[in-house]
């Protein structure tokens, strides 16, 4: 029920993420561990530039990585995964963070893509498992996506994804000495069913070719919502 308060909800508290493996067509999400550093590091190694918009990295040596992989593995307030494509090497992280068990708010963020993963099929079925698990089987109210606005790969992909642009805070965090903006984005509950069906569309093997291209892009078979 809607009023001028609002919608009424009389659920008090949702689920927090279960770290779980988790399989889909073309990747894997596993979860993350310390012992990952040796699988990670070629593909860290090679890209030092794909960190410029996170709060860690480039690592200059796998001493340093497995330091950080050690410690956000061990978060319990923030569950990390490793994506590794289908016969391949891992190619990057992801989690789902911001959990808010009262509010019903749910983030999926502090991703890290290889550029050779980035744009690809198993890139967009990687964060549309942990989409599915937050909204379908946690029932979230509200998802959420974040950036920092500079950083147009990840504002492209939040549309690519179906979320909705909410608005940006100006100069909300200092990265690197660097001070940005942070673009929100989210996806509420009533309009999860429409984007799931639109991402489910869009993974299926029917649209990619022989080498992979896909055949139509999310944004023609949105679902119009």
Same mark, same amino acid.
Request: charged content about 20%; aromatic content about 12%.
């Given at each position: 029920?809607?009023?001028?308060?609002?919608?009424?909800?009389?659920?008090?508290?949702?689920?927090?993420?279960?770290? %779980?493996?988790?399989?889909?067509?073309?990747?894997?999400?596993?979860?993350?561990?310390?012992? %990952?550093?040796?699988?990670?590091?070629?593909? /860290? /190694?090679?890209? *030092?530039?794909?960190?410029? !918009?996170? @709060? !860690?990295? *480039?690592?200059?040596?796998?001493?340093? $990585?497995?330091?950080? $992989?050690?410690? /956000?593995?061990?978060?319990?307030?923030?569950?990390?995964?490793?994506?590794?494509?289908?016969?391949?090497? *891992?190619?990057?992280?992801?989690?789902? &963070?911001?959990?808010?068990?009262? %509010?019903?708010?749910?983030?999926?963020?502090?991703?890290?893509?290889? *550029?050779?993963?980035?744009?690809?099929?198993? #890139?967009?079925?990687?964060?549309? $498992?942990?989409?599915?698990? +937050?909204?379908?089987?946690? &029932? !979230?109210? @509200?998802?959420?996506?974040? &950036?920092?606005?500079?950083? =147009?790969?990840?504002?492209?992909?939040?549309?690519? $994804?179906?979320?909705?642009?909410?608005?940006?805070?100006?100069?909300?965090?200092?990265?690197?000495?660097?001070?940005?903006?942070?673009?929100?984005?989210?996806?509420?509950?009533?309009?999860?069913?429409?984007?799931? #069906?639109?991402?489910?569309?869009?993974?299926?093997?029917?649209?990619? %070719?022989?080498?992979?291209? =896909?055949? +139509?892009?999310? #944004?023609?078979?949105?679902?119009?919502?």
């Amino acid at each position: 029920m809607t009023s001028s308060l609002g919608t009424r909800i009389s659920q008090e508290s949702w689920p927090f993420p279960i770290k %779980d493996r988790r399989a889909g067509n073309y990747v894997d999400l596993l979860p993350l561990s310390a012992n %990952d550093a040796d699988a990670l590091w070629p593909a /860290v /190694v090679a890209a *030092p530039e794909s960190f410029t !918009y996170l @709060r !860690y990295g *480039p690592f200059a040596e796998i001493k340093s $990585l497995q330091i950080f $992989l050690k410690e /956000v593995s061990a978060r319990t307030h923030q569950p990390f995964w490793i994506v590794e494509p289908k016969g391949q090497a *891992p190619q990057g992280w992801l989690s789902i &963070c911001d959990v808010d068990q009262k %509010d019903s708010s749910i983030e999926i963020g502090s991703i890290w893509f290889s *550029p050779s993963l980035q744009g690809t099929r198993a #890139a967009r079925e990687a964060i549309f $498992l942990l989409m599915c698990h +937050a909204m379908d089987e946690l &029932c !979230y109210q @509200r998802l959420v996506w974040r &950036c920092q606005s500079q950083n =147009q790969k990840s504002f492209k992909a939040a549309k690519n $994804l179906g979320f909705t642009y909410e608005g940006t805070w100006r100069r909300a965090a200092i990265v690197d000495g660097w001070q940005r903006d942070v673009a929100w984005f989210s996806i509420l509950k009533e309009e999860w069913p429409c984007r799931r #069906a639109t991402i489910s569309r869009w993974l299926m093997s029917e649209n990619f %070719d022989a080498a992979g291209n =896909q055949m +139509a892009r999310l #944004a023609e078979l949105d679902c119009g919502m």
